[in-house]
């Protein structure tokens, strides 16, 4: 067990001998990248060398425990500790996901389901933004269009760490924990608009986006429309314009962002790049994986955007995750927000997926 | 949802009415000026918090008074302005406006680039210039006492050079040593008038935004003085009507000592600005 730990360990200790050398730092951008993977390694490598000195204590005790009741005992909770030793090791050598400790931009948009389907899209933002305000994330609707009845035919949010710089801890950050949301979302139950009292299905789809680095992705300014308010009249000082809101198309993908939080057009028009950044960025990655057909590609995020990842059964008072199996009978407390279980079935779903992989 | 939030719905529906263009915009805007949140950030405000001036304020908007006048702020590129009677209300196509300005200052490669602004109002367009374009020395005129009274507060602790004078003789002191003459001087065609939405017609300065028949009496006037300020190689940017395209690069002829003169669309491609650079001798 656990034979391939021991490259780690030599790994550890040759990155060690190098960021020792003085020379090694003249070049920052490599230094840095040693030193993140020295990071990276120093907590497998600890409890690597914790789990196997845990093993021989315990064979020195078993030896002296057919004399010594108290070594018996000793047997007996250093092989509790060996257990959770083992397990801590499992999980730290799940490969992990670079993009864990980002920030999210999430859409819903509502379905050909019309009213019914906008309602639900407007029920799926708030469990998301109580489901925020519960860990302590920031969320801020970036970009909205209402329906007639209260729904929403599209909303952006952007749910940030509080600071708004990703995560605090490494692999904390909202993108560990949404990114198991995005794909269609079904909902059953007797819409508001519906008189006779029939359950309907309709469904929302959710997209969720990493928030990319400026330098990760480059765009060229010829392939982007830019649509801003457009009064009914001649614009400029005829008209007092208070709608500063930008959307953004980047044609050779048909690739969309925009936003209408930010003060004046300009940062609204920067905002709304940076979030095309991001969603160009994640679109890429989602082509190279599906191209690569990487073994280790994660099995329950979806790449597949057109895929039926849960349903919300209001009659029943049942949330199910069709991609794990779960099911669960609080509909109404996930809705408020109470997502912790269904979200960590998908990240226990996904670790073990990769685990098996590894 | 929060109860600010069913009184924004309500509060749209009512703008809506009263025929704001943006309503759902204003509503909005409204709310988080009040609770001190940005537009985004209304689910967030608690329902014991909800202030009930709410309901002066969107009466306010509704009576079509300017939003930027019931706040006191506007907002323009990277700017928080302070805006009210006596003064025009800076809008989005002039953010285009100046981005055209800084990129052609900064191709010229001057090390402390000289700008003026003619007729700066709120001084939006030269305390962007000052603020985005490192080195720059900026001046910056504006005629109207009322109007100098909010440039006065916004340019307060800024570095712009700024005085009260005619746009047309002002800086005999700059002749000939300016890099970078831009303005949005006032250019909507008098026969225009009924076509004005009334948040301009009844709150922004008329000297602001009228300037003869054809509103181009002004805009004639600045290309001598444009003419005047600029060194030869120096670039001059005028803002005007979507009307008027194919007439105002026509003021900045060969004959009149002018070279490249261009018109330009904001982003709604309506024709919006026109430059030129003075002709070397």
Known sequence: ?358 | MNLLLAEVAQATQRLADAGVPSPRTDAEELAAYLHGVKRGELHTVPDADFDARYWEVVARREAREPLQHITGRAYFRYLELQVGPGVFVPRPETESVVGWAIDAVRAMDVVEPCIVDLCTGSGAIALALAQEVPRSRVHAVELSEDALKWTRRNMEGSRVDLRQGDALTAFPDLDGQVDLVVSNPPYIPLTEWEYVAPEARDHDPELALFSGEDGLDLIRGLERTAHRLLRPGGVVVVEHADTQGGQVPWIFTEERGWADAADHPDLNNRPRFATARKALP
């Open chain 1, 1 to 358: 067990m656990f034979e391939a730990v021991e490259e780690l360990v030599a790994e550890h200790a040759d990155l060690e001998k190098k960021l020792a050398d003085p020379s090694v730092h003249s070049d920052q951008a490599n230094a840095r990248k040693l030193n993140k993977r020295y990071a990276e390694l120093t907590p497998i490598v600890a409890t690597f060398r914790s789990w196997k000195q845990t093993g021989d204590d315990m064979e020195t005790a078993r030896e002296f425990a057919a004399d010594d009741p108290d070594f018996a005992a000793e047997v007996k909770e250093l092989d509790k500790q060996r257990d959770e030793l083992t397990e801590k090791l499992r999980l730290l050598l799940v490969p992990r996901d670079p993009s864990d400790d980002k920030d999210v931009i999430l859409e819903i948009k509502a379905g050909a389901g019309g009213d019914e389907s906008a309602l639900f899209a407007g029920d799926l933002l708030r469990m998301y933004l109580r489901y925020a305000e519960r860990i302590g994330w920031k969320t801020e609707i970036i970009d909205s269009t209402e329906s007639e009845l209260g729904g929403y035919k599209d909303v952006q949010v952007a749910v940030k760490t509080k600071g708004g710089q990703g995560a605090t801890e490494p692999g904390q950050g909202v993108w560990a924990r949404l990114k198991y949301e995005g794909g269609v979302h079904r909902v059953q139950r007797v819409p508001a608009t519906e008189s006779q009292g029939r359950i309907h299905t309709s469904a929302a789809g959710v997209l969720v986006t990493p928030e990319a680095e400026e330098i990760d992705v480059e765009i060229n300014p010829n392939d982007l429309r830019i649509d801003v308010y457009r009064s009914s009249g001649p614009g400029g000082q005829s008209v007092n314009t208070t709608d500063s809101a930008v959307r953004i198309t980047h044609i050779p993908t048909g690739v969309v962002a925009s936003c209408q939080n930010e003060k004046s057009q300009l940062q609204n028009k920067e905002q709304a790049m940076r979030i095309l950044r991001s969603r160009l960025l994640a679109a890429a990655q989602e082509e190279a994986e599906k191209e690569a057909a990487d073994a280790r590609r994660s099995q329950v995020r979806t790449v597949d955007r057109s895929e039926k990842i849960r349903t919300y059964n209001f009659p029943e008072n049942r949330i199910s995750d069709h991609r794990v199996g779960f099911k669960a009978y609080n509909l109404d407390q996930v809705l408020d927000g109470d997502l912790d279980s269904v979200i960590q079935a998908c990240v226990d779903a996904d670790s073990a997926a990769k685990l098996a992989a590894a």
